[in-house]
């Protein structure tokens, strides 16, 4: 019987993960598709980029509602319930995501409308790429479970912040030149925002697979969770009852 159960929830997990895998596929080409559309100036791509999120957000509550069934009628603990509490809150950064890349897809479609005479700076979609390089790091770390490569993820998000700070900078420097560029240049403002809570998204979905990995909590970088580690390592504290039932959730020493 206890078998037949704990094999009902591997499926229910397995189904999960698949619903998960194909909601980050939707998110990264919708992403992909809106920074291309950006790039040529194509408004019918970037109106299938903003078509394409009601998909999403559907995605997204199917997905929390199969979450919320397992819990309720599985009762998963320890790695299971960690990986479920993970594949709930990566599931709601996969919806923001969505919700971003429809964002660029809009100052996509504001630049094939409006008649202005600017240029995109390249730095914008180098900032992109790196961008999305952390995205798809991030799921392939969940998928993998590597909390190695969801670490990298999180180096690399101060470069990100560098970047969209000199974007901001050079903005400021060209409005000065000419205010009349106003509009189209705060559109390249937003764009930089939209991609660095992309990165901000990345990172969260690295940090919920470390502790789906790992059980540690590390929404406050890497060095929080070296700084875990030792403690860990140096405590000679004896362990108490609620601490061992505990330990298979939250990995306490």
Not at 2 to 19: A, V, Y
Not at 117 to 144: H, W
Request: charged share 35%; hydrophobic share 40%; aromatic share 4%.
């Amino acid at each position: 019987m206890k078998s037949d159960t704990r094999l009902r929830l591997g499926r229910k997990i397995e189904k999960l993960n698949n619903m998960l895998l194909v909601l980050s596929i939707r998110v990264e080409e919708n992403l992909h598709l809106a920074l291309k559309a950006l790039d040529r100036r194509d408004e019918a791509l970037a109106k299938q980029v903003i078509d394409g999120d009601l998909e999403i957000d559907l995605a997204e509550v199917d997905l929390e509602e199969e979450c919320l069934e397992v819990l309720a009628l599985h009762q998963p603990v320890a790695k299971d319930l960690r990986h479920i509490v993970a594949a709930l809150k990566i599931n709601k950064d996969l919806e923001r995501a969505g919700d971003y890349a429809a964002n660029i897809a809009r100052i996509a479609r504001d630049f094939c409308r409006g008649s202005w005479i600017i240029r995109i700076p390249k730095d914008y979609f180098l900032m992109a790429r790196k961008t999305q390089g952390m995205l798809r790091q991030s799921l392939e770390a969940f998928v993998n479970k590597s909390s190695e490569d969801a670490y990298e993820v999180l180096s690399k998000d101060d470069e990100v912040d560098r970047m969209r700070r000199s974007l901001h900078a050079e903005f400021e420097a060209k409005l000065r030149e000419d205010v009349e560029l106003v509009t189209p240049l705060a559109r390249l403002f937003l764009l930089a925002r939209h991609l660095e809570r992309l990165a901000d998204l990345a990172t969260n979905i690295a940090e919920e697979v470390i502790y789906d990995v790992t059980g540690d909590i590390v929404r406050h970088g890497r060095k929080i969770a070296e700084a875990k580690q030792k403690k860990r390592e140096q405590s000679t504290n004896p362990v108490d009852e609620d601490s061992v039932q505990l330990s298979g959730l939250y990995n306490l020493p």
